[in-house]
């Protein structure tokens, strides 16, 4: 395959919404040391691609202004060392996905199953690392126990649901509206919870008999931590993945004691080269035979080329997603 020289590609071009973004010609990337070029079939857009956009959070060191976390597409060049089985692959990138081209560590890609289309596997990795990671080895959900998810409805969320029922686990899922509860409830939830009408606290102790839940999975942050630990159990773990409302909350250290709980959390862009190797050779291990053997498939909301990144961050902005937006270089939008 012939490589081009240059590629469409988009960027921040200041802080501020989504506006900003803009389409732009850069050189098409070279892959250094154990790294690949892949031409991109298809970006999935993530929430922290709207807080680099905002300029709410650092961009890491050696990551760049392209956008774009995760990508699927056909590596095309190999850099010195780069060792890959197969050429069509689902990446976690750390910057770059929003372009024709991108480079990738060869150890952070992936192989997509078989039945996933090049969509669909774009929308894979980011949520797959995030749920191993935080719901798996940090909340250590096992078989039997309980999880509320929150943002159920999320492209990181509706995966969530559908792991934690592949490994055994009851799960009490919140969302906003009764499209969004339908769609989770399809997804394997045990108790879908519209946190616009009701109060997830009370769903959870009905839904528990009172004992609460064994993990929790938070992306608000704010008000919602105090809510979250008085609906956990004794010995449960609370995983923070976001703050879409306030970093910064007051805790009630006597029900953390009393109750033995765990309060951990963690992002996922700006963890070392070698520990994303780790967390793909588990997903590799015990995630991907379950997208593979059809028991969990990401949930797609809208597909959109690259020319219309503003219009997928929109979408994310207003929350009016279920599901994972992805932007596909080539096509016209599809719902």
């Known amino acids: 395959m012939s490589i081009a020289s240059t590629m469409r590609a988009v960027i921040a071009a200041e802080p501020g919404g989504p506006e900003v973004l803009k389409l732009v010609e850069r050189p098409v990337p070279v892959p250094g040391p154990g790294e690949v070029l892949i031409k991109v079939c298809a970006a999935g857009v993530n929430r922290p691609d709207l807080m680099q956009r905002r300029g709410a ?21 190999t850099g010195p060392g780069a060792v890959v089985n197969g050429t069509t692959v689902m ?6 996905g929003y372009a024709d081209y991108c ?37 250590a959900l096992g078989i039997g126990e309980t999880v509320l998810i929150h943002g159920a409805a999320s492209g990181v969320g509706s995966l969530a649901v559908q792991l934690a029922k592949a ?28 946190y616009k009408a009701c109060d997830f606290v009370q769903a959870v102790a009905e839904e528990t008999g009172g004992r609460g839940v064994d993990v929790v999975l938070d992306i608000v942050g704010g008000s919602y931590v105090a809510r979250n630990l008085a609906a956990m159990a004794p010995g449960g773990r609370h995983v923070s993945l976001s703050f879409m409302e306030a970093s910064v909350v007051p805790i009630d ?19 070392a ?51 994972k937006v992805v932007l596909v270089p080539d096509v016209t939008g599809q719902d």
């Open 91 to 96: 990446a976690l990138v750390s910057s770059g």
């Open 57 to 77: 959070v650092p961009v890491p060191p050696g990551a760049g202004d392209v956008l774009g976390l995760e990508i699927a597409g056909e590596i095309v060049a």
């Open 273 to 323: 080269r070698e520990e994303k190797t780790r967390l793909a050779r588990c997903v590799s291990k015990h995630l991907l035979p379950l997208v593979a053997g059809g028991r969990v498939k990401p949930l797609i909301w809208k597909t959109l080329p690259l020319a219309q990144a503003r219009d997928a961050h929109e979408i994310l902005e207003k929350n009016e997603n279920i599901g």
């Open 167 to 194: 490994a055994g686990a009851r799960v009490i899922a919140t969302a906003g509206g009764p499209a969004k509860t339908d769609a989770v409830r399809r997804l394997g939830a045990d108790r879908a919870v519209d």
């Open 103 to 139: 480079v990738a560590v060869a150890d952070h890609c992936l192989p997509v199953p078989p039945g996933i289309d090049p969509v669909q596997a774009a929308a894979l990795p980011e949520a797959l690392f995030t749920v191993w990671h935080n719901m798996f080895e940090l909340g």
């Open 253 to 271: 250290l006597g029900i953390v004691m009393g109750k033995g709980l765990h309060l951990t959390s963690s992002t996922l862009r700006p963890k």
